[in-house]
């Protein structure tokens, strides 16, 4: 209690508020546009769309295991997961599924497919850029490839793995870079050449048609005072929303802020204002899960519960290890409510929301989350960042993508 005392420079523990400068504020300061009553916040929740709308059809994704070589000389080669879907290929550390190491995105950039099997003789400057002398030997039943960015030439990516696996990779790749129509590639626009594969982007086009419900957006804030608390929390982002889609296909930003509590922003609107500028980046995270009729009732009928409900954030808050209903009240583990949660509620009044405990909230309501994990008021922006040292507490076979960041369409 005294450390978030000091952290939130407070100096009594009666009934603290942690008043962190209003999102709303922040964005009209910036200079963007905006103002008065946002569209959608206080309205009624227009039905939710429960169709999942992931582009990309099964014939085209894989899964598996492969060997990855280092681009250092003496790490040779290393295992590696690996998930081809959506057009792009991912490899990851086989025990952190979450993070993603790389993004090798097809629909952005262009690869030649190299396979050693199809040559006469293996090219050399491919078989010796690394120290293979050093490793074990690939097995004889296995195959390697390579795939090069001509817009790169300096990168190039050797992978290894079972022949039958490899060639049926392969055989995909190969179908979806043919399938990308040159002038759609993105390549002048890639960062740089030293991360293009570390920070995927999405065009906002693509991240537009493929929202969901339930999918998460991340924002990284220009501003002094979001610097600070991303310095205290160690954490890259400092505002987090959740995503709607609606059977009218409008997208939906469900946010907290201080000025206009729980409200829920067209996507159309928040960039008509301007509001995008405000950012040194957004963020889009796919989140995986069942989207049955029950899952998608159950997310509308706690966002309609609950827009227009205040910003909230005290250091009370912070410390409540047990969850709360639409009315604030504790629950214990059994769902139940608790004594002190129906006396506290009386004291209290209706409940409130920081950006963090809405979206962590309306995740559980849906069966991402777990409930008992931990309270919706412990999760902070960069919980639900990739680089996050702990993975998210998610259910049953509920999963999340990796980070993409949302370049603007001209």
């Avoid at 000025?259 to 405000?278: D, E, L, M």
């Avoid at 209706?350 to 008992?372: D, I, N, W």
Wanted: aromatic fraction near 10%.
């Amino acid at each position: 209690m005294q450390s978030l005392q000091r952290m939130f420079g407070m100096q009594s523990i009666e009934e603290p508020d942690v008043d962190p400068a209003d999102e709303f504020q922040r964005r009209r300061e910036a200079g963007c546009g905006g103002g008065g009553v946002v569209d959608g916040g206080r309205a009624d929740m227009q039905q939710l769309a429960g169709v999942d709308r992931a582009p990309g059809s099964s014939d085209l994704e894989a899964h598996g295991l492969f060997e990855k070589r280092s681009p250092w000389w003496i790490e040779g080669w290393q295992s590696r997961a690996y998930v081809l879907r959506d057009k792009r290929l991912l490899y990851y550390q086989p025990d952190r599924l979450d993070r993603p190491l790389g993004v090798l995105d097809f629909n952005l950039l262009r690869f030649e497919v190299h396979c050693c099997w199809l040559q006469d003789r293996p090219e050399q400057n491919e078989t010796r850029r690394s120290c293979d002398v050093c490793t074990v030997p690939q097995p004889t039943h296995w195959r390697t490839f390579y795939l090069k960015p001509p817009a790169f030439p300096s990168k190039i990516w050797a992978f290894r793995g079972p022949a039958a696996e490899m060639l049926a990779l392969v055989e995909k790749i190969v179908r979806i870079v043919a399938s990308v129509p040159l002038e759609s590639l993105e390549e002048r626009r890639v960062l740089s050449v030293k991360n293009f594969w570390r920070y995927p982007q999405i065009r906002e086009s693509d991240f537009v048609r493929r929202v969901e419900s339930g999918d998460l957006m991340l924002f990284r804030s220009k501003d002094r005072v979001s610097k600070i608390q991303r310095a205290i929390t160690t954490a890259s982002y400092d505002h987090v929303a959740l995503l709607l889609r609606t059977q009218r296909d409008q997208v939906l930003v469900l946010e907290a802020t201080g000025k206009n509590g729980v409200s829920a922003i067209p996507w159309g609107t928040f960039k008509a204002w301007g509001w995008h500028r405000c950012y040194d980046r957004l963020v889009y995270r796919k989140v995986y899960f069942g989207r049955s009729q029950e899952n998608m009732m159950a997310l509308q009928n706690f966002v309609s519960e609950n827009l227009g409900k205040p910003y909230g954030l005290t250091v009370k808050k912070l410390l409540r290890k047990t969850e709360l209903d639409a009315e604030g009240r504790e629950l214990e583990g059994n769902g139940h409510h608790s004594a002190e949660g129906e006396a506290e509620t009386a004291l209290a009044g209706e409940r409130t929301f920081f950006c963090s405990e809405l979206t962590a909230a309306c995740l559980k309501s849906c069966g991402v989350l777990s409930q008992s994990a931990m309270a919706s008021s412990q999760y902070w922006p960069g919980t639900f960042s990739q680089y996050t040292d702990e993975p998210l507490p998610l259910q049953n076979d509920a999963r999340i993508g990796e980070e993409q960041t949302i370049m603007y369409d001209i």
